[in-house]
């Protein structure tokens, strides 16, 4: 047992009664114990030039999250329009099969307007320090998307099947101002294989109280593997009540189904929701940005349906200022490095 690990125990004992007692009488999730390994938050701080940043924060627990490097950025962007939005952060293999970490995100400064952007941007590392390969990959190059209008919140997952990584983005043109998401495939994050198809979208939806066809946007998707099932679940922000709601599909290209379930529990507009597992477990966190309050909002879940509030004095994001951003588990030696890299904030009381 490594000293982060016997550390996570002793606290979880400590922390029994508590979490025994909001878990049957406030109906809070009792909150699963992080067994092995840390966590790499990736986030953006604002809307001012400067604040359209890439920022990581470390955790040893997946739910209390310190800032590194002062909470400065990380990264500085060279290419596209300087600023960057809604990072997604993986770990993966390079072209060549050895491990390394991508950052995928969106090339868009808001001060220029909601339909200005038109690209996404990526990097590559192999240690979580030095980022590389700094690539603009414009949307208006594929036949159909020339005036395209946003190119939003970028991710990927690795698809076995065919063997590269499955990107997915929200997106919209001049001539469809309805953003849904669409997919493409890549090896290295710097072009695409093949041309962006759908992916889902709300299209023509029939309203149930008129019966008239309408368009709903649909962004923000985060799609998880549920290994107990087999289904794809795609989450995404459900434009109509501002909640976080989820599709599924057996296949990762879809079908995903059009009866979407809400399964946001907070009482605030969400959007940029995250879903990673706790190391170790079956449990899954979900944080989720509410963008009106300036706060994030934590859930858990176990079998990607039903889920349960964390309460919110067990996590800490807030203090970061962070918006839209997404966390990916790492190894100590990983943690470790990077804290003596950067420096860490310690959590305010």
């Not at 709601?245 to 959007?271: F, H, M, Q, R």
């Amino acid at each position: 047992m490594t000293a982060l690990s016997f550390v996570r125990f002793l606290t979880a004992i400590v922390m029994i009664p508590y979490f025994l007692f909001n878990y049957v009488f406030n109906d809070y999730a009792y909150p699963a114990v992080s067994t092995e390994g840390a966590y790499v938050f990736c986030y953006f701080v604002g809307n001012e030039v400067d604040e359209q940043t890439i920022h990581l924060a470390v955790s040893t627990d997946g739910y209390n999250f310190k800032a590194l490097n002062d909470n400065k950025p990380i990264i500085k962007q060279t290419k596209g329009t300087g600023c960057v939005r809604d990072p997604y952060i993986l770990g993966g293999k390079d072209e060549n099969g050895k491990d390394c970490y991508f950052i995928i995100a969106t090339d868009m400064n808001a001060l220029e307007g909601w339909t200005s952007n038109h690209a996404l941007i990526t990097w590559k590392s192999y240690d979580l320090i030095n980022w590389t390969d700094e690539t603009v990959i414009d949307i208006r190059q594929f036949e159909g998307f020339e005036t395209t209008t946003r190119a939003w919140a970028p991710q990927a997952i690795w698809d076995e099947n065919v063997g590269m990584y499955m990107v997915y983005w929200a997106n919209s043109t001049a001539e469809n101002d309805c953003a849904g998401h669409y997919y493409a495939y890549t090896k290295d994050f710097k072009t695409f294989e093949t041309e962006p198809k759908v992916l889902f979208g709300r299209w023509n939806e029939v309203d149930p109280e008129t019966g008239e066809t309408r368009n709903i946007q649909c962004i923000d998707g985060d799609i998880i593997y549920n290994e107990k099932d087999g289904y794809y679940y795609l989450y995404f922000k459900e434009d109509l009540t501002q909640k976080i709601a989820y599709v599924k599909s057996k296949n990762l290209t879809g079908p995903y189904n059009t009866d979407y379930t809400i399964c946001s529990l907070n009482w605030w507009g969400v959007e940029g929701s995250s879903m990673y597992r706790i190391t170790g477990t079956d449990a899954y966190m979900m944080i989720m940005d509410e963008y009106s309050e300036g706060t994030f909002f934590g859930q858990m879940t176990r079998d990607f349906e039903t889920f349960r509030r964390v309460q919110r004095s067990t996590y800490s994001l807030d203090h970061l200022r962070p918006r839209h951003g997404s966390v990916a588990a790492i190894s100590e030696e990983e943690y470790f490095a990077l804290v003596d890299a950067y420096g860490v904030q310690e959590i305010p009381d």
